[in-house]
């Protein structure tokens, strides 16, 4: 069983900054990305960045400049840094994880998300 742990969210103001934790545990696996998605009411899920185990990374275009994710492969955790935020960006944020399984499979893990909240 795999479990995703995420912490960090809550208010923050508009030019402030936020930091989101994702720490992946369970049985043995071995992380081949990780990511950050969102959804805000009323809206579809959307991508927000993306990181590889060897830390290539994807950011949509709405994030790209202001948030950063970064990777603690040791830890097996996965953090945004969330930098001048808009009230845009107000929405559940969740952590997603690509692994690989020690039967040589690979599966999907969701947290269970993590409301953030941009007042101006």
């Known amino acids: 069983q795999v479990q995703l742990a995420e912490s960090g969210g809550g208010l923050v103001q508009v030019g402030g900054s936020l930091r989101l934790s994702c720490a992946v545990s369970?049985?043995?696996?071995?992380?081949?990305?990780m990511g950050w998605y969102r959804q805000a009411p009323g809206k579809q899920r959307e991508l927000v960045a993306t990181?590889?185990?060897?830390?290539?990374?994807y950011y949509a275009d709405s994030v790209k400049g202001r948030f950063t994710i970064s990777i603690d492969n040791a830890k097996n955790t996965v953090f945004l840094r969330m930098n001048s935020p808009k009230p845009e960006d107000t929405a559940v944020y969740y952590c997603?994880?690509?692994?690989?399984?020690?039967?040589?499979?690979?599966?999907?893990?969701w947290g269970q998300g993590t409301q953030v909240n941009v007042s101006s």
């Open positions: 369970g049985r043995r696996f071995s992380i081949n990305a």
């Open positions: 997603n994880a690509d692994l690989w399984t020690t039967t040589g499979g690979r599966a999907t893990y």
């Open positions: 990181i590889t185990s060897g830390s290539s990374v």
